[in-house]
């Protein structure tokens, strides 16, 4: 029986990559196997569908009298045992299908070999399979203590016990939207069913990693005990200049690993650390922010403990709402190398309130500040080290007017730092001549700098003779005796630095050439 149940409940095979004179080889399944398994993928597709819609059923099925019927629940419990028998049924099937592959069988014996302590973990480096049944190879679940985060409380915190109460429907529904339809809006790469949809994209991005850049793919264990999934490609040994820095990814809220946004600092000879969110791809959870404080924290502590990188040579880069994760460790790990940001919003709630209609504002700010609320901006400014921002002028997700690049929240973020840094320039007039300078493109702000008559030159050499002043701490607190105009100029300046503009919409990869190091004031 044992035997058996090791077929019947193993994991899914995919491939075998190129070993010494063993060529990569995609795993085939036979009849029962596969057709087993395209039972079990629809069962699940069908009941992501439906736990999707879940609230609209419930509503549909309450209006139609079904839980005030015996006749209708004896009906659609009929249906739900029919539908678990059938894919119970499927996973026996595919098990005495895999029995009689070969191929699995061989597989299969070297997995259990190593689940008993017979062989290593690297033993199955070899193989891509279901995750669930990869080992663990760094746990922080039990030997360190939970990071301490900065408790982000809803505005309700202040309301009186009366306002309290008038918001009880208000904060139901937002509890029911948070952990329905909202998480898979905010975070679409969490869905069952585009994780079915991409799967195979995501087999073959992996492959390239692992068989084209020696990439090694780990399991890490979360405080929670959530599984993250990421995958490591040293350069330590292959590119002296930037190989012993390591870039850690963050993708976007439908990126993965797989297909996402190493592919800029891959190509300039950094060496890699990617990892899934919570729910994206093959890793475990939910892409709550605790969560996601907690899988970034654990990546963070597996890049230097495990790889041995020290923190001053970690740079964080992420593109779109990876900036939470990537924001929150750079104020927690300060003395990392540099944090990069492409394509990066301040505050997910504009951008929300923006996408739904007027009349749900309400429960738009309850349900993102309660348990989605993304302030990246409060994040950045934690940390004090060197900041990148890369902005798309032609944006259409994180801009709450895609025709104006005025609307970009990106520019919101910059004037949220240089505000927090440089407090003493950025007063009211001169971030309006900031705010007036990135609402153009790139060729009108050159214009703009132009008939400003700027001297970069000049402008540099103030900021440093400031920043000596304040001992090159963050926030310099230099400049409140200077004259407006050279307060505009300064601010201008900054602007441009920690600034860099790319005319695309906000899917289209980062070049090489634009995955450079942030400015810093020396």
């Not at 659609?76 to 678990?84: D, H, L, N, P, S």
């Not at 679940?141 to 408790?151: D, E, F, G, L, Q």
């Not at 939207?177 to 991409?198: C, K, Q, V």
């Not at 970034?296 to 040579?313: E, G, H, M, R, Y």
């Amino acid at each position: 029986m044992a035997f058996v149940w090791m077929f019947t409940s193993g994991p899914q095979l995919f491939y075998r990559y190129k070993d010494g004179s063993h060529a990569s080889t995609v795993y085939a399944e036979n009849k029962a196997e596969a057709y087993s398994s395209r039972i079990i993928n629809c069962l699940r597709a069908s009941w992501s569908v439906c736990y999707f819609f879940s609230p609209l059923l419930l509503i549909m099925f309450y209006r139609r009298g079904i839980f005030h019927s015996a006749d209708g629940l004896s009906y659609y419990a009929k249906i739900v045992a029919a539908t678990v028998a059938v894919y119970y049924a499927a996973h026996l099937t595919r098990g005495f299908g895999r029995m009689s592959n070969s191929a699995y069988k061989v597989f299969a014996e070297e997995l259990n070999k190593v689940t008993t302590g017979r062989l290593p973990p690297s033993a199955l480096a070899k193989y891509d399979f279901q995750f669930s049944h990869w080992p663990v190879n760094y746990s922080l679940k039990s030997n360190r203590s939970r990071p301490v985060s900065v408790n982000q409380q809803s505005d309700t915190q202040q309301l009186s016990f009366s306002q309290k109460v008038k918001l009880v429907p208000l904060q139901v529904l937002s509890y029911l939207a948070a952990h329905s339809f909202a998480r898979w809006m905010i975070y679409p790469g969490s869905t069952d069913l585009l994780n079915a949809m991409i799967g195979p994209n995501l087999l073959l991005g992996r492959k390239k990693l692992v068989e084209s850049y020696s990439g090694k793919r780990y399991k890490l264990e979360t405080y929670e005990g959530n599984h993250i999934d990421s995958i490591f490609i040293d350069r330590r040994h292959h590119d002296r200049e930037n190989g012993n820095t390591l870039v850690i990814v963050s993708e976007g809220n439908a990126a993965f690993y797989e297909a996402g946004c190493m592919d800029a600092p891959l190509q300039k000879g950094y060496s890699i650390l990617g990892w899934n969110h919570p729910g994206f791809g093959s890793s475990t959870g939910k892409p709550h922010p605790e969560q996601e404080h907690n899988a970034i924290d654990t990546v963070v502590q597996f890049a230097l403990n495990k790889l041995n990188f020290p923190v001053d040579q970690i740079i964080f880069f992420s593109w779109s709402i990876g900036g939470f994760a990537s924001s929150w460790a750079a104020a927690n790990y300060p003395e990392c190398k540099a944090l990069i940001l492409d394509a990066t919003f301040d505050d997910i709630l504009p951008l929300a309130a923006n996408r739904m209609p007027v009349w749900m504002a309400g429960l738009v700010d309850i349900a993102v500040r309660k348990y989605f609320n993304l302030d990246i901006a409060s994040w950045v400014n934690k940390y004090d080290g060197p900041v990148k921002l890369i902005r798309r002028t032609q944006d259409e997700m994180i801009s709450t007017n895609p025709a104006n690049v005025a609307t970009n929240r990106g520019n919101f973020l910059l004037i949220k730092i240089l505000e927090r840094r440089y407090p003493k320039i950025l007063n009211n007039e001169s971030i309006a001549v900031v705010t007036q300078y990135l609402s153009f493109t790139e060729n009108m702000k050159q214009v703009f700098l132009s008939d400003k008559d700027i001297d970069f030159d000049v402008c540099h050499i103030t900021l440093l003779d400031l920043a000596r002043q304040n001992d090159m701490a963050i926030p310099m607190l230099g400049g409140d005796d200077l004259d407006q105009s050279v307060k505009d100029h300064l601010a201008l300046y900054l602007a441009t630095k920690y600034m860099e503009d790319m005319t695309s919409t906000h899917c289209v990869p980062l070049p090489a050439e634009m995955f450079k190091l942030p400015w810093q004031l020396t």
